[in-house]
């Protein structure tokens, strides 16, 4: 089991990514995007494994929330950004699939 400064400190690791995620997805750097996104599901695979089962109380559960807030808003700000980059790339798929179904059918001009 994690202490919970040690699960703060996790879900502060996580907040830091998710902002790094943003600038990542704003600059259209979507390789950088994917290897921040895993580092963050590593994190979150750390915590579904060692987070106490006990609630935080106090300051400590006040931080915890401000945290997961950040992450929140930096994910509605990474899914705008990306959502007209995925309905392109999905676009492109589906023409190419198109073209081909249409070559295979017709043959090459």
């Not at 390789?31 to 300051?59: F, I, K, S, T, Y």
């Not at 990474?78 to 070559?103: C, F, H, Y």
């Amino acid at each position: 089991m994690m202490t919970s400064q040690e699960v703060l400190t996790v879900y502060a690791a996580m907040a830091e990514l998710t902002e790094q995620m943003v600038q990542a997805a704003t600059a259209s750097d979507w390789d950088l995007l994917v290897l921040l996104e895993q580092r963050c599901a590593a994190h979150a695979q750390r915590l579904r494994a060692h987070e106490p089962a006990a609630p935080m109380q106090g300051a400590q559960r006040e931080q915890k929330i401000e945290l997961i807030r950040q992450m929140l808003n930096a994910d509605r700000q990474i899914r705008d950004l990306t959502m007209p980059w995925m309905a392109q790339l999905s676009k492109l798929i589906n023409n190419t699939g198109t073209e081909r179904r249409l070559v295979n059918a017709y043959g090459s001009v």
